[in-house]
């Protein structure tokens, strides 16, 4: 057996953010007094510098390597590059609400580095088995990010809760793999596809497998009926961390979703079309009812993002009507789409939380919004862009998100789904209306100003801005998607 | 002249000019605000008034056309044009955001900026409406000017504000969500066009003629609003501020109306025609069992808001008449109604900037302290009751003789609305204006100031212009009508 040298060129940004992992643990351990800035540049400068790589090694073809076990496409590229921009984002947002409650330990960024780590394996994963690990290496960092408060009994709590279930659902996931590789005899996704198209699988046994991965699948989404662990979590975590669960980690479930699905198993996607379906039409319906019911905006967001990983799944059980392919990049692309929009209207939901919270204060409740236009008009409208985003209001990003969702649904001819759809977000705007009517109509209860860091500051409005500007021109990211997507199928 | 792009003009110069007031920010700089407000609508008001000189009436295209792409990916486009049907909205539109500005000169004291900022951006989307001719461009300005209503009823209104914002919100999303997927079938059908142009000429089967025409009737009807779900329309109009009010009822409403002649007349004309008797049906309903509902009402602006519903009924009966006296009766009828229910509520609120009540119980004997506003007040309630001579009747005659010619009976029960709405807008009237001082309070009442004088005395001359001398408003839109009498009357099946 001779060992052949991988080519490292294309997986050179996993490499430098594993390294810079390592070296940011390093200097925490040894460069104990400047540890915290020093651990938290690092990591912001690591997040940079590997979008940089990424953008330089980007082949725009689809590239395999390590003995097939590793994918280069445009796909991965884009993802990878909103999963650094979200996850510096986050980290920026969140750097003085952890320094507020003394948790900024330099830890924490050695947590994100791993955990982005996670996630990058997860997007370029051509096979089950670094796509398993990169879940895992996510997951756990994601567990103990969630504990990291350790003194508080609810966010160990939350911890627990997430660990139990989330261990459940890698459990479950990986006995769908193995199921799988039982009925086709590879793990890799176009050895899957292929013995897929060569009818050369069992049935049976791929069908169970089949519906063990889908629900893998939906629980690192937190769609029904595996959400329950998403409002416990978003609300027992440091809000700083609610913030990175919420965000990035989506982009990368998304990705566990379209490779499992779309790359490996697409000849049976009807039959996970069906399953998809019911899991989104019911996650659109609990997620916007259960919503309104809350008084705490951490779990109403949590719900609201049950609902809205429902619609994104919208766009992606669209692609095959009755063995027609026709309409499957269309539909793909507008999941896309909706996964990278809904990103970033929660990073800036979770950056106005922060923003409202300070050290003895956390803002939680509906209720911390009242009166914010008299306190800063200029965040309160950033408010209103989110929320009348995400209820899908036009000139915003979630308008387009929805459009383009709901088309490629009504294409597939699934009127009854959009009819529900729609109406779910009619409901759904209520709780989001709620929100902008505590910060219009009501007075303020604490007068206290605003009072944080310049750059989250800045940061926010730009994040505020552009759900705005991206409203007003949604076609580059709409083609992107599309563009990404095509170049790798 | 046609290379400077007026409708953009139009669109734009208040959303701008919106912004720049909401940044001149807090309370400090209201006078700022106001000044700046004030100089915008009448820019606003200025680019609009060559579409109405340049306009040409001999032909029924759209003119001043532009096209743009705006989202290639689902083939969206900034496409604007207005044709005699949408043109009169766009100056009506213009002129009434001037009217609310300085409305709410005195009235608002509390974030000034904003209240200006608010109907000035209003003002440009719903410009953007009446000149759209993409449907996505015409649902998103459609959606997007319910946020500026919401947040004025929410901020400025009374005190059940919060219930009236959010029930107008939501009726409305509802309605035109529904619509959305009716745009997202035509889109597949046409092969991946927004036009609203192209989908006029789209052959259409029967079926899905009559669901897009049902998806079409619920949103429109909600913001007409068409009985029964008109019950979003007296709490907004109760709770909202003066200004909001006016616009709620001299554009807003109109927005339904508008898009049954864009939308549901010439995509679905068969289903039009199928199901017109549905659509007479609930227009006859609004018009006499509201016109009853109104009779009753103790609070002025719940009235007026009942009798708005009323002749939206009118207005929506017209277009289904399918002959010209009905739809350009009904067009007529809008504008007028604009005019008119502007003025009746800017004659509420000048009352109710005075006594901070709204019951006509509480007034009484008004002629007695402010005689010049009683006389204002006196032509605008004829002309609300249909009174020859003003803009009121002009509407409503041509209706009537429209729907006679369509059937007698039907002609014969909508002009009950004459003595109806004679009934309730006199009677109110006798209460308010006539009388005894009974009120120590009316008995301090100080007349109408220089500023309410202008505003009311300018809509005055609207009222009686138009119905003195229709002429022009008819004349713009004729070729247009005809035009659309004679695609709704060709099969599409």
């Known amino acids: 057996m001779n060992f052949v040298v991988p080519d490292f060129y294309p997986a050179a940004a996993e490499i430098f953010v594993a390294v810079m992992a390592l070296v940011v643990m390093l200097a925490s351990t040894f460069a104990r007094s400047i540890a915290r800035n020093l651990a938290y540049l690092l990591t912001q400068a690591t997040l940079i510098v590997a979008a940089f790589i990424t953008i330089f090694t980007m082949e725009g073809e689809v590239v395999l390597t390590f003995s097939n076990l590793f994918i280069s496409d445009l796909l991965g590229d884009v993802l990878k590059l909103m999963i650094y921009f979200s996850t510096a984002i986050a980290l920026l ?23 982005t780590l996670g996630m990058m394996v997860m997007v370029t994963a051509n096979h089950m088995l670094p796509m398993y690990i990169g879940l895992e290496m996510m997951s756990l960092a994601l ?31 990986l006995y769908g793999m193995s199921m799988v590789y039982g009925a086709t005899g590879t793990l890799e996704f176009s050895g899957v596809a292929q013995a897929l198209y060569n009818q050369t699988a069992n049935q049976n046994v791929l069908m169970f497998g089949l519906v063990f991965l889908v629900a893998g699948i939906c629980f690192k989404l937190g769609v029904v009926p595996f959400h329950m662990w998403v409002p416990d979590v978003y609300q027992g975590a440091p809000t700083a961390v609610t913030l990175v669960i919420a965000t990035a980690p989506k982009l990368a479930a998304f990705a566990m979703a379209v490779r499992l699905l779309i790359w490996a198993l697409f000849d049976i996607a009807e039959e996970w079309q069906m399953m998809l379906m019911l899991v989104a039409a019911a996650s659109i319906v609990l997620g916007n009812l259960a919503a309104i019911a809350q008084q705490n905006i951490k779990r109403m967001l949590a719900y609201s993002g049950i609902s809205h990983m429902g619609f994104m799944l919208l766009g992606l059980l669209s692609g095959v009507v009755e063995g027609d392919r026709h309409f499957a990049l269309n539909a793909y692309s507008s999941a896309m789409f909706y996964a990278i929009s809904y990103v970033i209207m929660s990073l800036a939901s979770f950056g106005m939380l922060i923003l409202l919270s300070r050290a003895g204060f956390e803002a939680e409740n509906i209720d911390d919004f009242k009166g914010l236009n008299k306190r800063s008009s200029w965040y309160a409208l950033m408010m209103l862009f989110v929320m009348f985003s995400m209820a899908g209001v036009p000139f915003f990003i979630g308008f387009f998100a929805k459009l383009s969702v709901l088309q490629a649904v009504v294409a597939a001819g699934y009127f009854w789904l959009a009819v529900l759809a729609v109406v779910m977000s009619v409901i759904g705007a209520f709780y989001y209306l709620r929100v902008v009517k505590v910060m219009y109509f009501d007075d303020p209860v604490d007068e206290s100003p605003i009072h944080a860091a310049p750059e989250v500051r800045v940061m926010l409005s730009a994040n505020g801005l552009a759900i705005a500007a991206l409203g007003l021109a949604p076609q580059a990211l709409m083609s992107l998607c599309a563009f990404a997507l095509l170049r790798s199928l | 002249m046609t290379d400077i792009p007026l409708l953009s003009l139009a669109i734009w110069v208040p959303i701008i000019g919106g912004l720049l007031v909401l940044a001149t920010g807090s309370d400090r700089n209201a006078p700022l605000a106001r000044m700046l407000a004030l100089a915008v609508a009448v820019a606003g008001f200025v680019v609009t008034i060559p579409l109405y000189t340049g306009f040409d009436v001999g032909t029924s295209a759209m003119q001043f056309v532009e096209l743009q792409s705006w989202v290639p990916r689902f083939n969206i486009n900034y496409h604007l044009g207005v044709d005699g049907i949408s043109v009169l909205f766009l100056l009506l539109n213009a002129f009434i955001t001037i009217i609310v500005v300085v409305a709410g000169w005195q009235v608002i004291q509390n974030k000034v900026a904003q209240y200006m900022a608010a109907f000035l951006i209003m003002s440009g989307l719903m410009n953007g409406i009446f000149s759209a001719l993409d449907a996505v461009l015409f649902y998103v300005f459609f959606e997007a000017s319910l946020i500026p209503l919401y947040l004025i009823i929410g901020i400025w209104g009374g005190a059940n504000r919060v219930y009236a914002a959010i029930k107008f919100f939501l009726y409305t999303l509802f309605g035109s969500l529904l619509m959305l997927i009716a745009l997202l079938y035509l889109f597949m059908q046409s092969g991946g066009s927004f036009s609203i142009l192209d989908w006029h000429q789209l052959p259409l089967p029967m079926e899905p003629q009559i669901l897009i025409f049902l998806a079409f009737l619920v949103a429109f009807g909600v913001k007409v ?56 049906a609930l227009s006859l309903i609004a018009v006499v069992y509201i016109g009853f509902v109104a009779l009753v009402q103790a609070d002025m602006k719940k009235l007026v808001a009942y009798s708005s519903i009323s002749h939206m009924g009118f207005v929506t009966l017209g277009f289904f008449m ?22 009746m509520f800017l004659c509420i609120g000048v009352l109710y900037d005075r006594l901070h009540s709204r019951q006509i119980a509480d007034y009484g004997g008004v002629v007695h302290t402010m005689p010049k506003f009683a006389a204002f007040f006196m032509l605008f309630t004829m002309a609300n009751s249909g009174l020859p001579a003003t803009s009121g009747f002009v509407g409503e005659f041509m209706v009537v003789l429209g729907a006679v010619q369509y059937n007698f009976w039907i002609g014969f029960v909508a002009a009950t609305t004459l003595i109806l709405g004679a009934a309730y807008s006199l009677w109110m009237y006798k209460r308010v204006v006539f009388g005894k001082v009974a009120n120590p309070h009316v008995a301090e009442l100080e007349d109408i100031n220089g500023r309410e004088f202008a505003f009311l005395a300018v809509l005055a001359v609207c009222v009686l212009a138009m119905g003195l001398y229709p002429f022009p408003f008819t004349e713009v839109m004729h070729a247009s009508v005809n035009e659309l009498l004679r695609h709704v009357a060709v099969s599409k099946l």
Request: aromatic share 12%.
């Open chain 2, 225 to 280: 609003p068409m009985w029964p779900v008109h019950t979003w329309l007296p709490d907004a109009h109760v709770e909202a501020p003066t200004g909001g009010s006016v616009v709620l009822a001299a554009i807003a409403l109109k927005l339904g109306a508008y898009g049954f002649l864009r939308f549901s007349l010439p995509i679905v004309p068969d289903a039009a025609n199928e199901l017109a008797p549905l659509v007479i």
């Open chain 2, 322 to 343: 399918f002959n010209s006296l009905g739809v350009e009766g009904a067009l007529v009828q809008m504008i007028s109604h604009g005019f008119v229910s502007g003025a």
């Open chain 1, 143 to 173: 567990y103990t990010m969630v504990a990291f408060d350790r003194d508080s009994a609810r966010s160990t709590e939350a911890a627990m809760k997430y660990f139990v279930l989330g261990a459940l659902a890698s459990g479950l996931l």
């Open chain 1, 93 to 115: 947002y969140g750097r003085g609400y952890l320094a507020d409650r003394k948790i900024d330990k330099p830890e924490y960024y050695l947590l994100a580095l791993l955990m």
